[in-house]
Structures are given as structure tokens and as C-alpha cells.
């Protein structure tokens, strides 16, 4: 499986890219990193699934499993300081930007040590200072957000990108539209990396998309690309020159990744039948699983043996473990917490919205 | 020194104090440069801050408030100018769910200091869908402040203080006082949140009045003191956070009070008001809480039918004479 040329689908800037393009990673070293950020994903949700299945978790929660590349091959080709906005299905993003296991754990058991404190749970999940400015709950709802922090950017004059992750059922919200245009007109450095499992929640997205989506984001002068989004080092390829490109002004960027959710829209949403069969699970799973395959071309490249790959998902899946078991035992937030961090300043807002505390500054 | 300037006028100088003394504060919003918006609040800013701080956008609510909280987030202080207040309905995903949550989501770690300056007020002959007071929809948001300014010295306090807070702040011009001046010193000074102001002290009945119904208290207030009756009017000046203390304290001085806003009167910012008097003074009050606030009617076009569903000083006055004679309170 050699990194396979993403299929260029047209755009008015097509022509300039190429000199400033740096060369996909090239290196055993990245490839590496992205095979064990790969697995790492996977194990974080195989342990995400066993603690709802075993009713050790509150609430839902949406598996990422099946997608990884897309997540590493994107994240793989940003620095700490470019920014991502994430999805209710999360934790893929938030593991390939940087984030540690035992805070992630923490945060969907509405532990104090979770990146959020347990207040923000797994759709939620924000990790700043790898530049992850958050998950969100509402279906397309962090677009503006992306797109925003990419004006900011170029207000500061700062070169840092911004990915804005989104799935196929997400580029029905009209609010895709809106900002594509601005961020069009005024050229920011965002690239919309939607990520097209097939399923808007419990439905066939061809039942309920017309056109395609390139064509979508063509209609505002966008360049957009398609790739095979089970392919990490086709998406990682793409990635590195769409993000070298955006870094020197040369944004939006509009990049569909075919991929498969391999569970359900959520946990329990276990009796797919009537919107899927059995058949297309298994033929994605054993025959385009991103690990699998990415894993062979290693071994056949000799970069790793069999048993290398057996050894990373035994010490990963082990780590994860461990994560799991430290979380279960980490202390929920004090009740005096629930009213912290509702307002930037106010150390606690019930007193401050009647009057009786004052903020800082006001 | 003090001079008359208009309430447009005091925004203007506030935005352009806040944009001078920090870089990363900008505007943007539809026709927020040249045009200076369709009231010319803005005015003349583009062309002391160019067209990078002073960003005109397309007609897409959503796109620019959400694209302010995203610039909010990542180090830049945006100013969204949303033309009419009855464009709130439009925004509502982008305030609610995501300004006014990021903080307490994230555990304290991000946070969106943006303004959203709108406005409010009926009698403009603007009818149903330019002419709505809907201060009371996101003061009920936990993590949203809400400035409710009542004259052109308040508006510039208040807008300083807004620009330079590090939450969504949401603040609400009265449409109809654009042009109305006030003394406002040139010195810079700034309002703080959550300190009511009281415009005039009285013994018998207190008044409190938010935004445009401000200057409906105070006009009958005067006429009141005319008849021997010592109306106290005070302004919140910030619904979120509400100095309650205040208004509390005045009832138990008074033992009436009265509620005005512009606001609907159903499930808004007078039953909330009135619920607090009547929890915290309960003992000192002589006469149940009035409250006056929009009529229960999407707003009509025609002027006849228009001027009726907005409180007026002779309504307010009105009330207060029942309440302090002690009359019977209307049933319906």
C-alpha cells in the first residue's frame, strides 16, 4: 500500500500549489507514531465501549473505531499550536492532537482530574494546550467556531491553521454555508475535514444528501479534494500540503475522507439492521481496517515484524488499562464545584448573578 | 468636563476608546463599516480602524456570531453587531449553546470575550419582527451577562465595561434613544456590573425600570410628585448579574413596588423581579408587586394598535396611585 494520490476534484487555485508542498512524512519514525496513534485510538475506545457495556459510565458515548486514519493522518501534519475544533464522536481528534489517556478516561467518568473537570463529559472534551479547542454536542455546531479562529489568526497575524472535523450528516446545517462563504471571501486559513462515515445518525446520508459535497464547497471558489480516509498516509500526504498551503494564505480547504463508523451512531445503538447490513460492517472491517492494513504495509516494508505489532497493541491496549483503573478510582468534583467556571472571573456565579459577589473587573 | 452627546454618539466613543487602548478588540457584523449600520452608531470607526477591525460580513447571523466565538477563543476580543434585536432567534444555537457554555464545558479553560451589542424597543412602526424586547431569552442563559443601558451616560459605561470583560456579554440599545443626548463627561469612566443605579429616592413606592422604561419611570415619577406621592426609581443597569440588594432594600423603605420593562410580561424580566421582591420583602410589603412590561401580542404595525402594547408614564403613574391609596388590584 504505497500513499495513494488524493483525488483532485478541481478548484480555482489548483495550479499554485507544489513548490510550497512539503513531502508527505517519509520517515519509519513517523510512521510509527502514526500506527501507535492509530491503536492508541482504538484501544481508547474498546475500553470506552467495555465501560458502557459494564454500566460503569454515565451517559453515551460515540465511537470513533473505523476512523482512525482520518484523525491521525490530519493531526499528524499540525503543530501544537494549530487548532482543531472536534465532534460528539471526539476522541479520535482529541487522542491524535496530543491527549493523554487518564485525563480522557477521567473526563467521561465526570472525574475532577478530567480535561474539563468533569464538567464537559465525552462529547465536550476540550484540550487546549494541544490546541484542541473542544468536541461539540450540536451536529455541525463548532464550524463558526473553526472558522473564527481562523479569522483570528489572520487578525494576529500568526500562521496557525485550523481543522474543523466534521461528519457527512453535518453538511446539511446551513450553517456550513455561511461560514464557507467568509471564510472564502476572506481567504482563512481553515481547511473543513469532513469525514464521511456514510451515516447522518441512524440514516443512509445518500438517502438524504443531493449532489456531492466537493461540488458544495466548489460552489464558494473552495479547492476541494476527496481521499480514502482508511488510507493514513494518503490523508497524512494531503494533509501536510493543504496545511502548508493554508499556512501561507492559500486557504479554505475542503477535504472529504471516506471512512466507516463501526459502531452504532452511539453505544447503544446496538440492532443497526434496518438502516445496515451486516454484510457492509463486515466487508469495511476486514477488509479496509486502517490498522490492519497500515500495520501489513509496515511489515512488508520491514519496518516491523509481527510480533512489533502484537507488542504495541499489548502495551497500548495495557496502558489504556491502567488509564481505566485510575480513573475509576479518581474523585468526582467537589459539590461546590457546580457553580465554578460558569463565568470567566467570578469564582462562583450563583452569589455573582444576584448581586452579591462582584467579578473581577466588573 | 461634561457635555450632551446622543446615546449613538456614546457608543461610538466607547467602541472607538476600547479599540484604540487594545488591539485585539474588533468590530463585525452586516454593514458595520461604511454604512455605520442602518442607525450610524458606527460610524467614521472604519476609517480610524480600516477594514481589517471594522469587518462588514453577508447577511448570515449564525455564520459571523459563531465565527465570533471561535475569534473569542483564540485570543482576539470581537464586538458582533447584530442589526436588530429581533435577530436573536437567528443566533440562538451560537449564543446559548456555544458562547455562553465554553467556559463551564471546559472546566474553566477556554473562555469568549465577546460582545454582542443589539437592541430592543417597540413604537417604531417597524411591526412583529423588528420591534421585539428579547432580553428576558438570554438573561435566562446560565454564562451570558446582560446590559440593559438607559442614556447615552450609561450606554458608554456600560459598553467599556462590556469590551473589556472576558465573557459574552450581551448588551441591549433602546432603538428609539439613539438620538436622545445625555451629560456625559469626556473623561473616561467605566459602569461596573451588578450595581443598580438609583436615579431618584422616594418614600412610598419604588419603580424599578429597566432600559427604555427608564425614562418612562422618571417622567412618572415626576408627575407623581406632582400629587405628594415619593416615587424611588432605580435602573439595574445589568439584568445579569441583577444587584438585588438594592431593589430589596428599597421595597422594605417603600413597601410597594412596581416592575417596568419592555420585555413581554409573560414568563420575563418583570415576573422575575417582582418573585425576588416578594421572596426578600415579603413582610415589608403594603400591596402586591405590580409589574408592567409589553403586552402578551406579537407587535402590531398599525400606530393605533402599536402605542398600546408599551408601558407609558400615565400607566405607570396610574398603578402607583392604586397601590399607595391601597386600592384593589385589577383581577385581570
Known amino acids: 500500500m504505497a500513499a495513494q494520490a488524493a483525488k483532485k476534484t478541481g478548484g480555482s487555485r489548483s495550479g499554485k500549489e507544489g513548490g510550497a508542498a512539503k513531502a508527505a512524512k517519509a520517515n519509519t519514525e513517523d510512521y510509527l507514531r502514526m500506527y501507535r496513534q492509530m491503536v492508541k485510538i482504538r484501544a481508547f475506545e474498546d475500553q470506552a465501549n467495555q465501560l458502557y457495556l459494564s454500566a460503569k459510565m454515565p451517559g453515551l458515548t460515540h465511537m470513533y473505531s473505523g476512523q482512525e486514519a482520518v484523525a491521525v493522518g490530519i493531526c499528524e501534519a499540525l503543530t501544537d499550536e494549530d487548532r482543531i475544533t472536534s465532534t460528539h464522536r471526539g476522541h479520535g481528534h482529541c487522542v491524535a492532537k496530543g491527549a493523554e489517556f487518564r485525563q480522557m478516561f477521567c473526563e467521561l467518568l465526570g472525574r475532577e482530574e478530567g480535561y474539563c473537570r468533569g464538567k464537559g463529559g465525552s462529547m465536550h472534551i476540550a484540550d487546549q494546550a494541544h490546541g484542541n479547542l473542544g468536541a461539540n454536542a450540536i451536529v455541525g455546531g463548532s464550524m463558526g467556531i473553526a472558522t473564527g479562529a481562523a479569522l483570528s489568526a489572520k487578525l494576529q497575524g500568526s500562521d496557525f491553521v485550523t481543522v474543523c472535523f466534521f461528519g457527512d450528516g453535518a453538511t446539511a446545517q446551513g450553517l456550513w454555508y455561511e461560514v464557507m462563504n467568509m471564510a472564502a471571501l476572506w481567504k482563512l486559513p481553515v481547511i473543513y475535514a469532513c469525514e464521511n462515515n456514510g451515516y447522518s445518525e441512524y440514516t443512509r446520508t445518500d438517502e438524504i444528501a443531493a449532489g456531492s459535497l466537493t461540488a458544495r464547497a466548489e460552489a464558494f471558489g473552495i479547492e476541494a479534494h476527496r481521499v480514502d480516509g482508511q488510507e493514513v498516509l494518503a490523508v497524512n500526504e494531503l494533509a501536510q500540503r493543504l496545511v502548508e498551503r493554508a499556512r501561507h494564505g492559500e486557504g479554505p480547504f475542503f477535504v472529504e475522507l471516506d471512512t466507516y463508523r463501526y459502531h452504532g451512531h452511539h453505544v447503544g445503538d446496538i440492532n443497526r439492521d434496518y438502516y445496515r447490513s451486516k454484510d457492509e460492517e463486515a466487508e469495511w472491517k476486514e477488509r479496509r481496517d486502517p490498522i490492519v492494513n497500515f500495520g501489513k504495509w509496515l511489515e512488508a516494508e520491514g519496518i516491523l515484524s509481527a510480533d512489533d505489532l502484537v507488542a504495541i497493541g499489548d502495551e497500548i491496549r495495557a496502558e489504556a488499562e491502567a488509564a481505566v483503573a485510575y480513573a475509576l478510582n479518581a474523585s468526582y468534583p467537589e459539590a461546590g464545584e457546580v457553580d465554578m467556571h460558569v463565568f470567566a472571573g467570578v469564582d462562583h456565579a450563583l452569589p455573582y448573578i444576584d448581586g452579591y459577589a462582584k467579578g473581577a473587573g466588573a | ?332
Do not use: W
Open chain 2, 1 to 332: 468636563m461634561t457635555r450632551e452627546i446622543t446615546l449613538s454618539k456614546a457608543v461610538n466613543e466607547a467602541i472607538a476608546e476600547e479599540m484604540r487602548r487594545d488591539p485585539s478588540v474588533f468590530l463585525i457584523g452586516e454593514d458595520v463599516a461604511e454604512a455605520g449600520t442602518p442607525f450610524k452608531v458606527l460610524s467614521g470607526l472604519v476609517d480610524e480602524f480600516g477594514p481589517e477591525r471594522v469587518i462588514d460580513t453577508p447577511i448570515s447571523e449564525p455564520g459571523f456570531v459563531g465565527m465570533a466565538v471561535g475569534a473569542a477563543m483564540t485570543g482576539t476580543r470581537p464586538i458582533v453587531d447584530l442589526m436588530f434585536g429581533d435577530f436573536l432567534y437567528l443566533v440562538m444555537d451560537q449564543l446559548c449553546n456555544q458562547a455562553a457554555k465554553q467556559h463551564y464545558m471546559s472546566g474553566g479553560k477556554l473562555s469568549v470575550p465577546m460582545v454582542l451589542r443589539t437592541n430592543l424597543g417597540a413604537t417604531r412602526r417597524s411591526a412583529a419582527q423588528h420591534s421585539q424586547s428579547l432580553h428576558a431569552l438570554v438573561a435566562h442563559i446560565p454564562g451570558l451577562k446582560v446590559a440593559m443601558p438607559s442614556s447615552a451616560y450609561e450606554a458608554k459605561g456600560l459598553m467599556k465595561t462590556a469590551i473589556r470583560d472576558d465573557n459574552p456579554v450581551v448588551i441591549f440599545e433602546d432603538k428609539l434613544m439613539y438620538q436622545d443626548k445625555a451629560p456625559v463627561p469626556e473623561e473616561e469612566y467605566l459602569i461596573p456590573f451588578g450595581a443598580a443605579n438609583v436615579l431618584r429616592e422616594g418614600r412610598d413606592i419604588t419603580l424599578v425600570a429597566t432600559s427604555s422604561m427608564v425614562q418612562v419611570a422618571a417622567k412618572a415619577a415626576e408627575a407623581l410628585s406632582a400629587e405628594g406621592i415619593s416615587a424611588e426609581v432605580i435602573d439595574p443597569r445589568t439584568l445579569v448579574p441583577f444587584d438585588e440588594a438594592t431593589v430589596v432594600e428599597s421595597v422594605r423603605k417603600t413597601s410597594r413596588a412596581i416592575v417596568i420593562d419592555e420585555g413581554h410580561r409573560n414568563f420575563g424580566v418583570t415576573g422575575e423581579i417582582a418573585s425576588r421582591i416578594s421572596e426578600k420583602a415579603f413582610y415589608h410589603l403594603d400591596y402586591p408587586v405590580q409589574r408592567l412590561g409589553a403586552m402578551d401580542v406579537p407587535v402590531p404595525f398599525s400606530p393605533a394598535l402599536e402605542d398600546l402594547t408599551v408601558p407609558t408614564p400615565e400607566a405607570v403613574a396610574k398603578a402607583a396611585r392604586r397601590a399607595v391609596r391601597g386600592e384593589v388590584a385589577d383581577a385581570a
